[in-house]
């Protein structure tokens, strides 16, 4: 059965740093990976999709890698802003297309 | 947004009342998904749709139907709201066509309180 973790839960770091945010799962045969944000009472915007067939996907200050063969695929968030405080989840699909997801890094980036 | 509409945003309703909660797309995608999210149980899947009349349930489905009659529409009932039902609903389309999968777009959601 597929699971799904992000590390850390919770990250607080000084605006202009870079930064990881990690997520494994524990079945490697995915057909892809999906990453979103949460803003607070808001709902989910679909940052990262990256197929199976893909290792990385950029968009703007943001990369995500994929690692099949280790089960991992982290978003490297560059020169972070406060803007960036949000809730971030990875997802991964299985039968029908129904998400597999993580419990989320929540990221404050302080002034 | 990418074409996924919710109805309505808030609704306050009374415990016993029947409440349908709406999920528009103009997107032609196949599957459709209804999801609550409630704080320290993060996403949790209650109904789902792999195309018009073909429906299956998730993981939280008990109080909870569904009805597709048209591509576009997607709605959500609460036979018979319960103060447990408390939450926000949110929908959710995706699309597969051949070996491309488009990833999903979310609603922004309805914010239900049932007292």
């Known amino acids: 059965k597929q699971e799904v973790t992000q590390i850390p839960a919770a990250l607080s770091v000084p605006e202009g740093e870079n930064l990881v945010l990690n997520c494994s799962f524990t079945?490697?045969?995915?057909?892809?990976l999906q990453w979103f944000r949460q803003d607070p009472g808001k709902g989910l915007t679909s940052l990262l999709l990256?197929?199976?067939s893909q290792r990385e996907q950029t968009s703007g200050r943001l990369n995500a890698s994929l690692d099949k063969s280790s089960g991992r695929s982290t978003l490297y968030i560059a020169a972070s802003q406060p803007g960036d405080s949000a809730t971030y989840l990875c997802?991964?699909?299985?039968?029908?297309?129904?998400?597999?997801w993580g419990a989320g890094t929540k990221l404050i980036i302080k002034p | 947004d990418a074409g996924i509409t919710q109805s309505p945003r808030h609704k306050v309703t009374e415990t016993g009342t029947p409440v349908t909660l709406r999920c528009h797309q103009t997107?032609?995608?196949?599957?459709m998904y209804w999801y609550r999210q409630d704080p320290g149980h993060g996403l949790r899947l209650i109904h789902y749709?792999?195309?018009?009349?073909?429906?299956d349930k998730g993981e939280v489905s008990d109080g909870y139907s569904v009805s597709r009659s048209k591509t576009e529409d997607f709605l959500l009932t609460l036979e018979s709201a319960t103060s447990s039902q408390t939450s926000v609903y949110f929908c959710?389309?995706?699309?597969?066509?051949?070996?491309?999968?488009?990833?999903?777009?979310f609603g922004s959601g309805t914010r239900l309180t049932v007292v």
């Open positions: 990256i197929q199976s």
């Open positions: 997802a991964v699909p299985h039968s029908n297309y129904q998400l597999i």
């Open positions: 749709s792999y195309g018009v009349k073909d429906t």
């Open positions: 997107e032609n995608h196949r599957y």
């Open positions: 959710a389309i995706t699309e597969v066509i051949g070996a491309n999968y488009y990833g999903y777009t």
């Open positions: 079945d490697s045969a995915i057909y892809n």
